[in-house]
């Protein structure tokens, strides 16, 4: 099984694909970010964030994408430009045929350090050790994706 886990964001978009084998975890495919011109109106850097993961979706070839859910910050908008993105995201997915898990962030820290309240280096670090990775996924948007694909492998269900 193959996942590609998405860590969402307008300025940058972090991504992981981490493949199964026979139901235990693998090996780290590719991972990194979607970087968008912090110049550009929302649209257009919108329009840049959906034909990236269109094309990680194309490349890859997942089974199944792994979403961070909605989490609420303390500045409302933060949270609806984050709602955008998650929406391209979706869309992108939706368009290739791919389902969607997603999960909120302290699921994923729960399920790849084993506490909801691990900070981003203990995410990056368990990354690195599950993985057998010479060092950690860089930069920290990127480890967040793998963590994102692991926990639906760990997991194997859907939490939000």
């Known amino acids: ?3 590609l886990g998405i860590d969402p964001g307008t300025a940058v978009t972090g991504y992981g694909v981490v493949e199964s084998v026979e139901g235990q975890i693998g090996h780290l495919v590719e991972c990194g970010v979607i970087r968008t011109d912090p110049n550009k109106r929302l649209w257009q850097r919108l329009d840049t964030l959906y ?3 269109t094309e990680l979706i194309e490349h890859h070839g997942p089974d199944v994408l792994a979403l961070e ?3 609420y910050a303390k500045n409302v908008r933060t949270t609806v430009v984050l709602g955008h993105a ?5 869309l992108a997915a939706a368009k290739a045929g791919v389902d969607v898990a997603e999960f909120a962030p302290a699921t994923v820290k729960k399920s790849v350090v ?4 691990a900070a981003k280096a203990q995410v990056g670090y ?3 050790r599950l993985l057998n990775l010479k060092a950690a996924p860089s930069p920290d948007d990127a480890a967040d994706g793998v963590a994102l694909a692991l ?3 760990i997991t ?3 939490t939000a």
Do not use: A, E, K, N
């Open 86 to 90: 998650r929406g391209v995201i979706l």
């Open 69 to 71: 859910g909605v989490f």
């Open 51 to 53: 034909d990236g993961v």
């Open 1 to 3: 099984m193959r996942v």
């Open 156 to 158: 194997g269900r859907v």
């Open 151 to 153: 926990t639906y492998l």
């Open 126 to 128: 368990m990354v690195q």
């Open 114 to 117: 084993g506490t909801g309240r």
